[in-house]
């Protein structure tokens, strides 16, 4: 098994009102691609500062590469997009990444040909002497990619690096990021695009008001496998019922009725069941749990178990 990448070891945070993550356990190997997935305020983006050292967690430990995150010279070996990408709004693209190259202490001829290949790899190169303050919103967080891929990394935390972008964008964005998962950058991302993240990621963690809902591979988080989807005609409360009696998790929106079956054969009794209770049954199409799908069941049980 390849070394850990990222070891977190009963992380707390607090903050005065909230405790934004509780007793976390975490660890991502090296060459993974791991998502992070959680409703709004779960904790995502207080978990990538930690990893970072940008906050202090209340108890707990963070090692990357197997050095405490105190350790600041782990820096040179992370890319970072934060959250919220804040550039000097004076300085062109070209210039911010030449000034973050000389943060990072690149001599000039280095400064010159990893911007550059940095401005193309995210289709900037022809912006590069425009200012920032001029760039739409996806352009700024092109340069926020940029300017985390800048030093190489060997690991990279992504704080929702699809936020702002078109979907041409975001399909550009996953073929850089799938293209460093196959030179063996290890990717820590967050995102609540799920569609991205199930395209991307070896492995996902669910958080969920500062808990580990569950950590595991897709195959992994899967219990239920097939889900049904009806399209009704003259959907009745009798006819629920019934399909209730043989299913779970069942949602019902205008003339659609999704469900779980308890087995396959429910699965071809339902035309017969619809129509004994009146209805008209226009389609019916079976397809595997997607990861939103994952996601909405988890954490809604989650939910239901805190109630
Ligand atoms: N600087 C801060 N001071 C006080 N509370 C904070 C601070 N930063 C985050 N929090 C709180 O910690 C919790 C987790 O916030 P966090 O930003 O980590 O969530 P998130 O999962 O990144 O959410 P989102 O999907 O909206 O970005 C929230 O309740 C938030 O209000
Ligand atoms: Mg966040």
Redesign the pocket.
């Known amino acids: 098994m390849a070394p850990a990448a990222i070891e977190v070891c009963q992380l707390t945070k607090d ?4 405790r ?1 993550l509780d007793n976390l356990n975490l660890a991502v190997r090296q060459g993974e691609c791991f998502g992070l997935l ?9 978990l990538m500062k930690l990893l970072l050292n940008l906050i202090s967690p209340s108890s707990g430990s963070v090692h990357i590469f197997n050095q405490s995150v105190k350790n600041d010279f782990l820096r040179e070996r992370i890319g970072y997009l934060p ?1 919220k990408v804040k550039i000097y709004g004076f300085l062109t693209g070209s210039e911010f990444l030449d000034y973050q190259g000389k943060l990072y202490g690149m001599n000039r001829t280095i400064r010159k040909s990893r911007t550059e290949e940095c401005l193309k790899t995210v289709a900037m190169y022809e912006d590069r002497f425009r200012r920032i303050g001029e760039y739409s919103k996806g352009m700024v967080q092109r340069i926020g990619m940029a300017q985390a891929l800048l030093n190489n990394p060997e690991l990279l935390l992504l704080d ?1 690096p699809a936020a702002g972008l078109d979907p041409i964008s975001n399909k550009e964005m996953r073929d850089i990021l799938l293209r460093l998962k196959e030179a063996g950058v290890t990717i820590f991302i967050n995102s ?1 695009l799920l569609s991205e993240i199930e395209m991307l990621c070896d492995r996902v963690a669910i ?1 969920h008001r500062g808990h580990m809902v569950r950590t595991g591979t897709k195959q992994e988080l899967t219990s239920q496998g097939e889900i049904i989807e009806l399209c009704v005609e003259g959907i009745n409360d009798q006819l629920l019922e019934t399909i209730r009696a043989v299913s779970t998790q069942v949602k019902v929106e205008g003339n659609n009725i999704q469900l779980h079956p308890q087995d396959a054969k429910t699965i071809s009794a339902l035309p017969e069941l619809i129509i004994k209770h009146g209805g008209k049954l226009l389609s019916l199409t079976t397809r595997m749990e997607s990861l939103e799908d994952i996601f909405y069941r988890l954490i809604k049980e989650e939910e239901n178990n805190h109630e």
């Open positions: 903050y005065p009102s909230v934004a959680g409703p709004n305020g779960a904790g995502k983006t207080t959250e929702e609540h958080l």
